[in-house]
């Protein structure tokens, strides 16, 4: 017993004394032409081993006892004075900084004098071509999504095989998993808009579906508020939203103009919720809405949605992310078809969008009233087109937000 005792205060007191010696990196910067790594506390600074390797040139320190706060320090560092800097948790207990500059410049890092916790490495002082902060091994989806030609491709392979892997772990992997909604606009009894015998709640979810698959393949988890033709209340479609945590939320609708215009108005456009004077966005709202003042019973009016719109940060994350779709749309319509027009990224108080506490858009995908966008709309590649570009928008709009956190 008494043996057993010792040995638990043992345990206890070596654990403590490990891990009471690891430094923590908590911030990694560029100020005045050097990268400043600030500790949690004082380090031993003679542990530290600084070497150089080649092809390319790097400077190389390698930090022992010390650890990342978490994934985001050190991650985004660029400087016109090399071509890539590097911050990694290279080992489980040592942290590795890479400097990639192409030459040697006889690198002296130090302590400064004041500030113990501190580590300071100039940077050259001659300038290069800056590269963006490397990402290693190509994960299954980056691979699917950026590769475009086998050349393409095998340039990356070469890149990365050239020797990266070893300065960086894991890094936080990009678009792993992410949870998306899609909500095929109406469907059950209300068919939303009809043109030429074609009704808008069939239109919708045939390209929900084929978003799902391109969402899929790009390695997000994917949630329909519908995948048969039936009928939901507008509210219980941004609940599902919130119940299932989902990082964005996308509403698919096509639009319609009364007769006398039906040949004049068509195009692509996307919607994000904000309050809107705009007289066209809220024509279109006011119809997307019907569904739901008929649905939700009498406390609701037209006012209460156009008050009920959310304020904030939310909206511009919606507006960013409607702004990368309808561009991806459009990049991915115009190179197959012609005429493909741009109705742009507008705001309008649609009610569908109001309840999700999240990145909300709703894609009017063209107008089910112009008979030559009709047609269109109705071809599987005209529809594949769309789902793509959609989710390339979307894809798009994850990574530059993950860039914003992490900076
Ligand atoms: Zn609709």
Redesign the pocket.
Known sequence: MKRLALFWLWLCLSTTILFASIAILEKAEIKKGELRLHFNKAYNKGKIRHFTLKNPYREIFDIPNARLKNRYVGKNLYSSHCHSIRVSQFKPNTVRVVLETGKGYGCSAYRPLLSYKSYHIPLPHFKVKPRKSVKVKPTKQTKKYTHKSKKRADKKKKRVSNAYVIDTPKIYHKGAGELIVIDA??GGHDT??IGGGKR?KDL?LQIAKRLERQLKKRGFRVHMTRRTDKFLKLPQRTKIADKKDAKVFISI???SVPKRKRNKIHGVETFYLQKTRDAKSQRIAA??NKAVLKGAGSSLSKKVIVDSVLNGPKIIESNKLAIDVQRRMLANLRAHYRGVKDGGVRHAPFWVLVGASRPSILV?VGYISHPRERKRLFTPRYQELIAKGIAEGVANYLKNRRKEIEF
Do not use: K, L, S, T
């Open positions: 606009g109406h939303g808009a808008e919708v609708h096509a639009n119809r997307e009017e």
